[in-house]
């Protein structure tokens, strides 16, 4: 399956500050920040046309999101 590129406008449009801290207070964290420790990770890419959303996205630890980008880069979907 070949992979969906997007404009960098729209990265940079569903990458906007104040988009992420209005998802980060939909899931519950207070004024849109999140733990230290903590990252935003996007399930479906925003680079392959995901999306800023409550549902594409999940906070998980800095380490555990390296290692999805790692497992992700080893598979070919990166």
């Not at 990770?41 to 980008?69: C, D, L, M, S, Y």
């Amino acid at each position: 399956m070949k992979k969906r590129t997007v404009s960098k406008t729209a990265v940079k449009k569903e990458r906007n500050p104040k988009k992420v801290a209005k998802v980060i207070e939909q899931k519950g964290y207070a004024k849109g920040k999140l733990p230290k420790g903590k990252e935003l990770h996007h399930v479906k890419p925003v680079a392959e046309g995901g999306k800023t959303t409550k549902k594409n996205t999940r906070v998980v630890t800095k380490a555990k999101h390296k290692q999805i980008h790692k497992n992700r880069a080893k598979k070919g979907k990166i």
